[in-house]
């Protein structure tokens, strides 16, 4: 099955061949998530970059795009009640 591409996402893409269908980096077999995952873990970008040559700082912003992107359909507003006195 060829990659799906997501609209307004030159790179990312998707295959259930590939990493379990993740969205990942085209060409690679670099996901979006684990761009993330090494973001929150404190790691800058260039770092990410010099670690996997085969991704641009391109990918990484626009992996944190298609994040934002994704996450705000899926926001659950979170019900808060008034703590016990």
Do not use: N, W
Not at 15 to 31: A, L, N
Not at 45 to 59: F, G, H, N, Q
């Amino acid at each position: 099955m060829p990659d799906v591409h997501f609209a307004g996402f030159k790179r990312i893409v998707a295959d259930p061949d590939f990493c379990d269908g993740q969205p990942r980096i085209e060409h690679t077999r670099i996901t979006v998530v684990a761009i993330l995952s090494y973001l929150a873990g404190g790691m800058s970008v260039e770092k990410i970059v010099e670690a996997y040559p085969k991704l641009s700082t391109t990918d990484v912003y626009e992996s944190i795009a298609f994040a934002a992107a994704h996450f705000k359909d899926r926001y659950l507003p979170l019900k808060l009640t008034p703590a016990a006195a």
